[in-house]
């Protein structure tokens, strides 16, 4: 998944590389979309320092890959072709590796749909976190909620 900004570099790359060593067919591309930045945890769009009647905006992000693979119809493509599964490494840490791969055979091994790993978080730090949120109700949902939205939904 690339941006509007890292497409072009990313795609030059792969050609001058040789999609390393990868053919043509196995490498798929698809691009995310950008949607309004928002300047704080209120929800206030941010505002072109130049130009305040221009929005800026950027990448939508992780959360987008899925509706990409379905609006570009890789996934159905994948799923035509006799793909079973699909591997999603989306994080800064080289190390979490180690842990995705067992993780996929336990999913594979019981048959879950989906499944997420996690690491310990430290407060403060730049990561989001698989989160439930309890209504007053009782109502709650298990979610990823995304690091710059955590800190303000704990406060």
Request: charged share 25%.
């Amino acid at each position: 998944m690339t941006s509007g900004d890292t497409d072009a570099p990313t795609r030059a790359l792969l050609e001058q590389e040789n999609n390393y060593g990868l053919s043509d067919s196995q490498v798929n591309i698809v691009m995310q979309d950008k949607v309004p930045a928002l300047s704080d945890s209120l929800g206030r769009l941010t505002v072109n320092k130049k130009d305040r009647w221009n929005i800026e905006t950027k990448p939508h992000g992780h959360g987008d890959v899925h509706h990409l693979l379905h609006r570009s119809g890789l996934a159905e493509q994948w799923s035509s072709s006799g793909k079973k599964w699909a591997f999603f490494f989306q994080d800064t840490n080289p190390l979490v590796i180690h842990a995705l791969l067992p993780m996929l055979g336990v999913s594979v091994d019981r048959d879950y749909d989906m499944n997420s790993l996690c690491v310990p978080r430290r407060g403060g730090e730049a990561a989001g976190a698989i989160t439930t949120l309890t209504r007053e109700n009782g109502e709650s949902l298990t979610i990823n909620v995304e690091y710059n939205q955590l800190d303000p939904m704990l406060r």
